[in-house]
């Protein structure tokens, strides 16, 4: 989907950039050779790029213009309506507001509605990514369990991370998929929290 819209905007400018968060290359090699991007489509292992514009979830998306700037922050986005059962969002509503703004007929948010709506990390966000990081570094060098420890302490830390919750799985030797992942997701979900936080004016629903 994301390549379709790359091929209609490119003449404008628009380039899209897709980043996997996954724990080696070879996770996400499949996905992206069937896919056949002609866009850059990058593999982050070490999650630089959730510390850098603190993503939490996937799929997220940041707009971020010709000079570098992020003109809309951290925003959830499909590139269709497979899952929409599932998170209720309408992907029509975020596709048609990007169009919108690369054709020049809708601005982007300005500087000081992009920092009200950045969420920034606080310290148990920070310290859950250092425990991210420790769990990684020792799960290369074979060390599993020790591994584990940190993973979850990240988790406990910050709860709403799930590139810490669900994207440390595979790591832990569980399904990302499985049931263990859709518990998580029942448990936080009828506690009134939810999944997927999209800005206001995409929030669409079923």
């Known amino acids: 989907m994301w390549q379709g819209v790359y091929e209609e905007l490119k003449d404008r400018g628009f380039v899209v950039i897709t980043v996997a968060l996954d724990k080696s290359a070879e996770d996400a090699r499949p996905w992206i050779e069937a896919a056949k991007p002609a866009h850059p489509s990058l593999i982050d292992t070490r999650h ?76 148990a966000d920070q310290q859950a990514r250092a425990e991210f990081g420790l769990g990684q570094w020792l799960f290369e060098r074979g060390r599993p369990d020790a591994a584990a420890r940190h993973f979850e302490r990240g988790g406990a830390l910050a709860p709403h991370d799930f590139t810490i919750r669900r994207g440390t799985m595979p790591m832990r030797g569980i399904d990302p998929m499985g049931p263990e992942f859709r518990a998580m997701l029942v448990e936080w979900t009828q506690a009134g929290k939810p999944y997927y936080r999209p800005l206001a004016d995409t929030a669409g629903k079923n």
């Open 48 to 123: 630089v790029l959730a510390d850098l514009y603190g993503v939490v979830n996937v799929p997220t998306i940041l707009w971020i213009d010709e000079r570098g700037r992020i003109v809309r922050p951290n925003d959830v986005a499909f590139g269709a309506d497979t899952f929409r059962q599932l998170t209720g969002l309408d992907s029509s509503i975020h596709l048609a507001a990007l169009r919108a703004w690369v054709r020049g007929e809708r601005p982007a948010f300005a500087a000081d509605e992009v920092r009200g709506q950045q969420a920034l990390p606080t310290a």
